[in-house]
């Protein structure tokens, strides 16, 4: 009777253990999906952007535009040679809390964005929130949202 006690405490435990590791991965993996995402529009990718957004994905960028997988596809485009539009050079993603629920998680970042302009860089921070569902193809992007961090007024 003992032994069948301590097994169950031991199977409980390390139960519990087996759930830790594998919602720490599922973390691991949808912060490595939102690194590549960045990559990828950043190298204008276009595949792999594809590849790592919902058929049905919605977005609210920092400028309040509303966005679908189509036009996060064109905006990942690489601009034209006479373009003088604002380019994205380079994203410094950081503080990053992933929430795993089941199939579902959401994760939560800051974002440094440089971009260059007729040669000055500019730089944009925000905060931005991202729901990723994993399917049979693994973790794909099916909301984002960023709102624009403004620096308070120094007096």
Same mark, same amino acid.
């Given at each position: 009777?003992?032994?069948?006690?301590?097994?169950? *405490?031991?199977?409980?435990?390390?139960?519990?253990?087996?759930?830790?590791?594998?919602?720490?991965?599922?973390?691991?993996?949808?912060?490595?999906?939102?690194?590549?995402?960045?990559?990828?529009?950043?190298?204008?990718?276009?595949? %792999? *952007?594809?590849?790592?957004?919902?058929?049905?994905?919605?977005?609210? =960028?920092?400028?309040?535009? *509303?966005?679908?997988?189509?036009?996060?596809?064109?905006?990942?485009?690489?601009?034209?040679?006479?373009?003088?539009?604002?380019?994205? *050079?380079?994203?410094?993603?950081? =503080?990053?809390?992933?929430?795993?629920?089941?199939?579902?998680?959401?994760?939560?970042?800051?974002?440094?964005?440089?971009? !260059?302009?007729?040669? %000055?860089?500019?730089?944009?921070?925000?905060?931005? &929130?991202? #729901?990723? #569902? @994993?399917? !049979? !193809?693994?973790?794909?992007?099916? !909301?984002? @949202?960023?709102?624009?961090?403004?620096?308070?007024? &120094? =007096?």
């Amino acid at each position: 009777m003992n032994k069948t006690k301590i097994l169950a *405490v031991y199977l409980l435990l390390m139960g519990g253990n087996a759930i830790a590791l594998t919602e720490e991965e599922a973390k691991a993996r949808v912060i490595a999906q939102e690194k590549a995402w960045s990559d990828a529009v950043i190298h204008h990718d276009i595949a %792999k *952007v594809a590849s790592l957004l919902a058929d049905d994905f919605i977005g609210t =960028d920092g400028r309040g535009f *509303v966005t679908d997988k189509a036009a996060e596809l064109k905006e990942a485009e690489p601009p034209a040679p006479d373009s003088t539009a604002p380019r994205l *050079v380079r994203e410094d993603l950081s =503080d990053f809390t992933a929430r795993i629920y089941a199939d579902t998680a959401i994760l939560n970042l800051a974002n440094t964005a440089h971009f !260059s302009s007729k040669g %000055k860089e500019t730089t944009i921070k925000y905060r931005r &929130t991202t #729901v990723w #569902v @994993h399917d !049979s !193809s693994g973790w794909r992007c099916v !909301s984002f @949202h960023a709102s624009r961090v403004v620096e308070p007024p &120094t =007096d």
